[in-house]
């Protein structure tokens, strides 16, 4: 493994929280300039930051990995959910 490879995953804990940081940062000013050829965007970074926060709730408060790995899937499944009821209401 390189040794960039290496140092992220070592960092993997700072790493996440640096980028639920700037996905809130990002979705402030999203929020700011909030403007229809925007708008997908900023559903894609909020999606990708409450994911992240959810997962962080996840790992830190349930112990038994079986099931972590339940919600981690049901998370999964709602966000796909959500992309697609998202992706149709912008169809139509």
């Known amino acids: 493994m390189s040794k960039f ?38 559903i894609v970074v909020l999606l990708y930051h409450i994911r992240a926060g959810i997962e962080t709730l996840i ?11 339940f919600f981690f899937v049901v998370l999964r499944l709602l966000i796909i959910y959500v992309v697609k009821i998202t992706a149709i209401f912008f169809l139509i």
């Open 59 to 69: 790992e830190d408060y349930l112990h038994s990995d079986s099931v972590k790995i």
């Open 5 to 42: 490879l290496m140092y992220l995953h070592l960092k993997e804990g700072s790493l996440h929280w640096w980028l639920q940081r700037l996905s809130s940062v990002f979705l402030f000013v999203l929020f700011l300039w909030l403007d229809f050829s925007v708008f997908l965007l900023l």
